[in-house]
Structures are given as C-alpha cells and as structure tokens.
C-alpha cells in the first residue's frame, strides 16, 4: 500500500475535490436538520462512492474512520431530495479536464471513437418513477426495470463514461439515441472528442443514421435484424466471400480467435442509407479452445459506416469494432462486479442521482488505474482490489484532515 498511497493521495485530491456547495442546493429546510454541514455530508457520499460502498450503511461505516460518524438516515434523506441534473456538468468537466491533461491523445487511434450502450441500472419490485420505470411481470411477481444509454470514449488507453441518458418506461434505445446524441454534441461538439458514434443494433435505424450524419459526424451501426433491407443487402455482399481482406489471430483466456474482415461498398435498395452510408462491414470471428482443436465457434457480424473507406486500414476496422465492445467489457462490466449496480442501488428514491455519482467516480478510478499508476503490476490490480486501496487511502489522517469542517 505504501507504494500507491501517494498517487492516490494525489490524484483523489487533484480531481475528486468538487465543491458540493456550488453544485447542488442543500436541501435540508430546518436548522434542526443541519448539524452537520453539506458539504461534508456529500465528500463522505463521493468517497463511499470512490471506495465501493454497496449500500448507506456501508457509507456510515466508513464515515466513523472520516471525522465523524454521520447516520445512514441521515444520508439517505438528504439523497432523496437532491436533483441529479447538475451532475451531468460534473461528469462532463471531468471528461475535459482528462482531455486537457493529454489523458486521451488523439494518436492512440485515426478516429475518436464513441460507443454507446444500453444498460439496465436497476430492478425494484416497485415504481420509482412513472416516468421512467418499465414495468413488467414474471409469472405473479409485477418488477420494474430502469434503463439508460450511456456513452463511453473507448478509442484511448483510457476509456472514460462521457454521458448517460435515462430510458423513459414507455419509451426505448432507438427512439432515445437521437436526443442523447444532441446532448453529448451539446457537452462536447466544440471539443475534438467526439467524431464517431458505435451501436449495437438495438439503435440502428435509418433516421438515427441520418441524424448523425447531417450533424457532420460518422456512425458504425450494427446490422442484426434480418428483416430489414440494409441487412439483407449488406448480407447479400458479403456472406458469400471466402477470402478476407484481412486476418487477425490472438490468444485470449487459453483460447484461439481469429478474426476475418470483408468490407465492400454500401449497395442497398433501401431509401435514404445511400445519402451518406460507404461500407459494409463483416467480422467474423473463429474461435477455438486450447484444449479442442477440433471445435470450432464461428460467429458472423455485420455492420454499416459512414466513414470514407481511406480512414481505417483493414486492421484497424476490426481494432474499432473491438472497441466498441469496450463499453461491456469495461465500464458495464467494471460497474456490476466491483459496484454492484444491478442489485445494490443504495437508496432507489435517488437511483438517478446514485448512478450519476457512479459512473463519475468510474471516470476519476479510469484515470488513476491508466495515468497515474506508473507501474504494470499496479495497473494490472483488480478494480475491487484498487477500491480497497483508496479506502486505505482515504481513512488515513492526512487524508482526513483535508476534509471540509462537520458540524455547523
């Protein structure tokens, strides 16, 4: 620990002070319900946060090695009542401090590129919000599901969550994607992060396509559903092709995959996808256990991109597609095993303002594990392995001491 104490010392005080204060209206009414001041209340909720609290009391735990012990009531009432919306600006000077800091060179890859993903956040067997929960039944148990899409720079070494977008229960990922998208050209158009949007399938449709393209930016779509023309004609290219244009092998987890790329031009009959769509893509990915030469697992994607054909090299078409999958194996992943997202929201009448809080302490963890942590065999440490240590961290006394005063 003594080895990582001081750059997490460092790097949690250099980027993880926010001025609570200034962010958010303390909610609290009465005197009687301010003994503690706010914003201490919020750096014990963050550094819970930072440290992989899975619930309140948890919070409270850690809060008796802070300064003083402050009630899981007590947190969660104030939770309640706080507006989430604020944090989207937090989440979104974060991303530009990281780029300002030359944490995301645009050398690392020709394209900056965005994948964008939907995530279930959270099951409750009640409505949180009419708004935004999705209700459904398993046989005689009625359960509500919380969806958002989220955004993540996947084209770095570091890959940092730039944006999330609350599903409404009504609503879905397709028809969601073109207001988020207007969002994240809102936080980040005049910036050269964003360039390039990926998605999987459940987004692809030609108004989103088009969208995209007439705000002067470039899609990677995934092409599944059968049904459609674009699909049909992307399969009609290319399903029948027995020679790549190239081929990538690797080892991964004692397996032996092999990736194969056929990329041809967009020919399709269905309207509007000529107006701006180039190339069909095919990845086809093989793959073979160490231990069974004999089976093989063959699986066949197709995709469709506005980008002119000169702007990625064959190998670095699959390289983006790989990237994409980033957004799972990375934040989506990261979030459920060493947050628990799924099953430890802390307190669901704040489940916005709770998933905000994560996925910016996602963003300030990204940061130390890429940047800061100089040494392979620190970056290589488990996630839940560098939550412990900043929980290490944090309860030491210099640590502590910076905290702001308890009481009013």
């Excluded at 303390?26 to 992989?52: C, T």
């Excluded at 993903?117 to 459904?136: H, M």
């Amino acid at each position: 620990m003594n080895n990582l104490f001081k750059p997490i010392n460092s790097h949690l005080k250099r980027v993880s002070k926010y001025k609570w204060k200034k962010i958010f209206k303390d909610p609290r009414r009465n005197n009687a319900n301010k003994k503690w001041d706010f914003q201490y209340l919020m750096e014990v909720v963050f550094l819970g946060m930072l440290s992989g609290c899975k619930n309140l009391r948890e919070v409270e735990s850690l809060s008796e090695s802070l300064k003083e012990r402050i009630p899981d009531t007590t947190l969660s009432d104030m939770l309640s009542k706080l507006d989430p919306a604020p944090l989207r600006k937090v989440l979104v000077q974060g991303v530009k401090q990281a780029l300002r800091s030359h944490e995301l060179p645009k050398e690392e890859f020709p394209i900056r590129l965005t994948a964008i993903d939907g995530k279930s956040l959270s099951v409750t067997d009640y409505e949180v919000d009419p708004e935004w929960s999705w209700g459904n039944s398993c046989q005689t148990k009625q359960f509500y599901v919380h969806m958002a899409l989220r955004a993540m720079h996947v084209s770095n070494q570091t890959k940092l969550l730039i944006g999330q977008h609350e599903i409404a229960g009504k609503s879905n990922e397709v028809a969601a994607f073109s207001d988020f998208f207007d969002t994240l050209v809102k936080d980040y158009g005049r910036t050269n992060l964003l360039n390039t949007v990926s998605v999987d399938a459940g987004m692809t449709s030609l108004a989103n396509a088009t969208h995209v393209a007439q705000r002067g930016y470039h899609y990677i779509m995934a092409l599944k559903n059968k049904n459609y023309l674009t699909t049909q004609s992307a399969h009609h290219e290319l399903s029948n092709r027995d020679k790549p244009d190239v081929e990538q092998e690797q080892l991964h987890n004692g397996k032996s995959i092999t990736y194969r790329l056929y990329r041809c031009r967009a020919l399709t009959d269905a309207k509007g996808w000529s107006e701006h769509a180039t190339e069909f893509w095919r990845i086809e990915k093989i793959t073979t256990p160490s231990n069974d030469r004999r089976r093989r697992i063959k699986e066949n994607r197709y995709f469709i991109t506005n980008l002119p054909k000169e702007t990625l090299t064959h190998l670095q078409v699959i390289q983006a597609v790989k990237m994409h999958w980033g957004i799972e194996n990375n934040a989506n992943w990261v979030i459920d095993t060493a947050w628990k997202e799924d099953n430890s929201p802390w307190i669901n009448s704040a489940l916005k303002l709770i998933t905000w809080l994560r996925i910016i302490a996602y963003n300030v963890i990204a940061r130390l594990k890429t940047r800061k942590l100089r040494k392979n065999i620190h970056r290589e440490k488990s996630w839940k392995t560098i939550l412990s240590h900043i929980r290490d961290c944090i309860v030491q006394p210099c640590f502590c001491a910076s905290l702001h005063h308890t009481k009013i």
